[in-house]
């Protein structure tokens, strides 16, 4: 069963969880848009059928020279895939939070194997 959810509440629950990221690591955090869409649209190359919830774009901190022309790097969420495998709305709040801590993480050079190690994945 879907769940369904407007988009004002799932922009709200995406702020919750982007508020509960600790002041000392948010203050580093520069030059990083989030969106959410409905759903991931798999470049040519990869499976027609990928399902991503969320996805980081970017060059992570870790990576990072003095390049002062960097585009801002980018944090999307896809709000139809996250309610499709949730029951509930408190399970999307849930997953919402999970899908930004995961994505920030790669921003700070976190990569998928230490976060499925932490339960962030």
């Given at each position: 069963m879907t769940v369904r959810m407007s988009d004002?509440?799932?922009?709200?629950?995406?702020?919750?969880?982007?508020?509960?990221?600790?002041?000392?690591?948010?203050?580093?955090?520069?030059?990083?848009?989030?969106?959410?869409?409905?759903?991931?649209?798999?470049?040519?190359?990869?499976?027609?059928?990928?399902?991503?919830?969320?996805?980081?774009?970017?060059?992570?901190?870790?990576?990072?020279?003095?390049?002062?022309?960097?585009?801002?790097?980018?944090?999307?969420?896809?709000?139809?895939?996250?309610?499709?495998?949730?029951?509930?709305?408190?399970?999307?709040?849930?997953?919402?939070?999970?899908?930004?801590?995961h994505e920030v993480a790669h921003f700070f050079g976190i990569?998928?194997?230490?976060?499925?190690?932490?339960?962030?994945?």
């Amino acid at each position: 069963m879907t769940v369904r959810m407007s988009d004002e509440q799932f922009d709200a629950a995406v702020t919750d969880a982007l508020e509960l990221i600790p002041d000392q690591l948010a203050a580093k955090i520069d030059n990083v848009a989030v969106f959410v869409e409905d759903r991931y649209q798999p470049e040519p190359w990869e499976n027609p059928n990928t399902v991503l919830l969320g996805l980081y774009e970017g060059t992570p901190l870790t990576e990072r020279g003095e390049e002062p022309w960097a585009m801002p790097d980018r944090i999307t969420l896809y709000k139809e895939a996250i309610l499709e495998i949730c029951q509930s709305e408190h399970e999307v709040v849930e997953q919402v939070t999970v899908t930004v801590v995961h994505e920030v993480a790669h921003f700070f050079g976190i990569g998928d194997d230490t976060l499925r190690r932490l339960g962030w994945a």
